[in-house]
């Protein structure tokens, strides 16, 4: 007979039921310490209340009776100030402690936050131009619509000047108008200072109604533009009367017509599509009775914009405006019209079909993805290079999660390491732009400022720090917090070998990035190129011009004599624009053979005068040059080009006749000329009709004598001119260089993508070198053993290097699709134009290897000349 246990026991069904029903994962921690309490109670109270107080307990802690007993502790909050000041502590240590990679960090970081913020600027000064006027949303320009030989229509910006006022008279939805004719060739006095050459523009007494530009002295603003009124701009102002006050001072204009100065603007923005120094009235356009104004209705040359009154059906008011010009010129085949809104003036001038299908927007779409690129390209490094370090941090991860860290306490632990990496980068992204901003408004050519004293852009700016340290933080942060601390400590930790890791990813990412970028780079300099390279027709060396001012004109047939005679000029004539800009475009020209259709083709007029061929180095193929001395009737001749002969169909151009529509007048043609470029170097050459000295001239043409040197031949040029136009100074252009200037736009475009790639690709070979030092020191053990069994230095660079450059193939794999895609798409816009041509992506592949190689070759080379010895003690 056995012993009988007398230790007293808890109800088994109480026991039964607290392991059946309490929570699971902690049912034996709680027994184990519920027996203790049974023990005790045992003792102190007796068996039978220890039973009742056993099972009162066990159904307590039954888990649908069961209190959270948290909530009789203070609770943790995780961004508390006091666990917040715990976060950036231990942050401020571990970046201490990585000083290499926190500096490659912070680098890659505040680089790309500096170009993208250089680009936000710009792309802000972009979308806000005109949107300061206080009536912007009223505010319309009236285009024109036609259609052209194809059937296809075309909008022009401009009108004829009859249009404004009569729009004002006969309907009531327009409040105000304002005709807009820009000058630069008055000569401007004050004291006894004249300028001339300075930018202004006449428009209508309403100007002020529609648009309104900061005034920093004057009245009201209805009253600035009467007919006796000069309105300046602040620097103007400074020009003419030094410090002292310009309001009403006198202003004397070509040295006869005095204005006085009835107010004072500030100088326009950089955001605003107007460019003017002063302004004049319209009439005083009638008083001086020059070629400016023109009252027919068929005469298309000048911007007219209107205030509309609140509420104006904008769809209905274009339905009656349409056929205004049709009406008032009494023909059906001329334009109609339809106003375009103030916020599409800048962004959406570019018209297909008569429908506006874009501009200026399609470039600040591209660098808005340019500056997400970069930003995410220096995101990617910090991304990649803090869980590089995974495996360092593991082992801290595991400690604090053992010791009661949740996950939300490491989250915020790394994020705060991410906020404290991006808040000194982003310090110093700023002093980066503060530094580079000069620079950059050189290169684009516009007066970008920051707004230091403006409290949004400080939101906005915290906002983006904010943004960025999010961007670059999160993954790091949940990655690494998710490590489980078990594992960890049983070192089943195990670094990612799967062949696509999120590591792989990233950095595939970042270059395909930077591959789209270089290669758009080419793109633009080879359509640059391309456009260089095209045959002018016409020679630009030695060839100025100078604008008709004072008394050029009246005196042009003693000037060019005396030109001719003082051996500075080879040779002297006179054409309606400089030799760089398109003629005006005319309709309506009729010849024999002609086809029903023609009376819609759009022909380019120009005008010159006799030693036209001669003066510009045109290529005469047919007949000879207009010569009025010799031919009294060449008033009415006219030479055309291949394109313009090619059009009418002539197989022997000289002697046909072109007729005006009415037939009132007609034209002999006397010459043909190789086509020659006038306009964009990126369009075709339009069909030409240069008309004789029956027109009317702007422009004198020199072409300089080689033998003289330039100075000479200027500075005796200068004292001609001072002879027969004394009032004005000598005011001249190079022709050569006017043309170098249409290629500003593309050549900032080419300059901005390669600063931007190379900026991309500097950022992506930081975080790549960063990279490059993790992988040589994990795998350390494996080089050093490499080395002992015979492995070579150029084996274990290749070793080291492999990984990376087929990485960066893969990211050529795909970037070079989507680049030839977008490229090819983007050269479109240009009727002369390259091909995408396959030694780009050659060039391109070249330059990502090395580039890629270099950068790892450091870290390769360094790890593999490491002795062997230190490199198996070291594990």
């Not at 105000?176 to 000058?183: E, I, L, N, P």
Request: glycine share 6%.
């Amino acid at each position: 007979m056995g012993l009988r246990n007398t230790t007293p026991t808890p109800p088994r069904w109480a026991r039964t039921l607290l392991r059946w029903w309490a929570n699971p994962n902690t049912s034996e921690e709680v027994e184990g310490d519920l027996l203790e309490l049974y023990n005790y109670w045992v003792v102190t109270f007796g068996q039978r209340n220890a039973n009742w107080k056993y099972t009162l307990n066990a159904i307590k802690l039954l888990r649908p009776l069961a209190k959270d007993k948290r909530a009789h502790y203070p609770r943790t909050y995780l961004y508390s100030p006091t666990m917040i000041r715990n976060y950036f502590k231990i942050a401020w240590r571990n970046l201490v402690a990585g000083k290499g990679i926190s500096v490659i960090n912070i680098t890659g970081l505040a680089i790309g936050m500096a170009g993208t913020f250089l680009i936000i600027l710009w792309l802000q000064n972009e979308i806000s131009f005109d949107t300061f006027h206080t009536n912007k949303d009223r505010i319309y320009q009236v285009y024109g619509l036609a259609a052209n030989v194809d059937g296809e229509a075309y909008a022009i910006p401009v009108t004829s000047q009859p249009l404004g006022p009569t729009l004002k008279k006969e309907y009531p939805e327009v409040e105000a108008f304002a005709r807009v004719k820009g000058t630069n060739s008055f000569l401007i006095t004050a004291n006894d200072k004249s300028i001339s050459g300075i930018e202004g523009s006449i428009v209508d007494p309403d100007f002020f109604q529609l648009f309104s530009f900061p005034l920093l002295q004057g009245g009201e603003m209805e009253q600035l533009v009467n007919p006796n009124s000069i309105v300046i701009t602040e620097k103007l102002a400074k020009k003419l009367f030094g410090n002292e006050e310009a309001l009403n001072k006198t202003v004397k204009i070509d040295a006869s017509d005095n204005f006085t100065v009835t107010g004072v603007l500030k100088d326009l923005p950089p955001n605003t599509d107007f460019h003017f120094e002063y302004l004049l009235p319209w009439d005083y356009l009638k008083k001086r009775g020059d070629g400016s104004i023109n009252e027919s209705w068929l005469s298309n040359n000048t911007p007219t914009y209107l205030l509309l009154k609140p509420n104006t059906n904008v769809a209905a008011f274009d339905a009656k405006i349409k056929d205004l010009t049709r009406r008032y010129a009494g023909r059906n085949d001329v334009w109609t019209h339809f106003v375009f809104p103030l916020d599409r003036w800048h962004l959406y001038d570019e018209f297909k079909n008569g429908q506006s299908v874009g501009g200026r927007i399609e470039m600040v779409r591209m660098f808005g993805l340019i500056a997400a690129f970069i930003l995410l390209i220096a995101c990617i490094n910090f991304m990649n290079l803090s869980t590089a370090r995974s495996e360092k941090r593991a082992k801290e991860v595991g400690i604090r999660k053992a010791a009661g860290a949740g996950k939300g306490l490491l989250v915020g632990q790394f994020m705060m390491e991410a906020f404290l990496t991006a808040g000194i980068a982003g310090l110093l992204a700023l002093l980066i732009v503060e530094l580079a901003l000069p620079s950059f408004n050189t290169l684009i050519n516009t007066e970008l400022v920051i707004p230091y004293s403006n409290a949004t852009y400080w939101l906005w700016t915290l906002a983006f720090l904010v943004f960025t340290s999010l961007l670059a933080g999160s993954y790091p942060a949940f990655y690494l917090s998710s490590f489980n601390p078990i594992g960890i400590f049983k070192k089943q930790f195990k670094k990612s070998q799967a062949a696509v890791s999120p590591r792989k990813l990233l950095v595939v990412t970042q270059f395909t990035f930077a591959i789209l970028l270089i290669i758009s780079t080419l793109v633009v300099r080879n359509q640059i190129q391309h456009a260089q390279n095209r045959a002018m027709g016409y020679s630009k060396n030695n060839l100025i011009h100078v604008p008709f001012v004072g008394d050029i004109d009246k005196n042009y047939a003693l000037l060019k004599q005396e030109l001719l005679r003082s051996g500075s000029a080879a040779s002297v004539t006179k054409t309606m624009n400089r030799l760089t800009e398109s003629g005006s475009r005319t309709w309506g020209l009729r010849w024999a053979g002609e086809a029903p259709k023609d009376t819609n083709t759009a022909l380019t007029l120009f005008s010159a005068d006799a030693d036209f061929v001669k003066t510009a180095g045109l290529q005469l193929i047919e007949g000879r040059d207009i010569d009025i001395t010799k031919y009294p009737t060449d008033s009415f001749s006219v030479l055309l080009n291949e394109t313009a002969v090619k059009l009418m169909g002539f197989k022997n151009p000289i002697g046909q006749l072109l007729f005006s529509k009415s037939g009132k007048t007609q034209w002999k043609v006397v010459g043909v000329v190789k086509d020659y470029l006038t306009g964009s170097p990126y369009e075709d050459i339009p069909p030409t009709v240069i008309e004789g000295p029956g027109a009317w001239f702007n422009t004198m043409h020199i072409k300089l004598n080689p033998n003289h040197t330039t100075a000479d031949n200027l500075a005796t040029i200068e004292q001609i001119f001072k002879k027969f136009n004394a009032a004005y100074p000598f005011d001249y252009q190079f022709i050569d260089q006017e043309y170098a200037s249409q290629f500003e736009n593309e050549q900032r475009l080419k300059t901005l993508s390669g600063l931007f790639a190379v900026l991309a690709i500097f950022i992506s070979c930081l975080g790549l070198f960063g990279l490059a030092s993790f992988v040589a020191e994990q795998r350390t053990k494996e080089i050093g053993i490499r080395k002992v069994l015979g492995a070579s230095v150029p084996n274990l660079w290749g070793l080291l290097s492999k990984e990376f450059i087929g990485l960066v193939m893969v990211s050529l794999i795909i970037a070079s699709p989507v680049a030839y895609y977008f490229a090819n798409d983007w050269l479109q816009q240009y009727s002369y134009r390259t091909e995408v041509s396959g030694w780009i992506f050659v060039v391109t592949a070249i330059l990502a290897v090395g580039i890629t190689l270099l950068t790892v070759s450091y870290q390769a080379i360094k790890a593999a000349t490491v002795n062997p010895v230190k490199s198996l003690k070291s594990e």
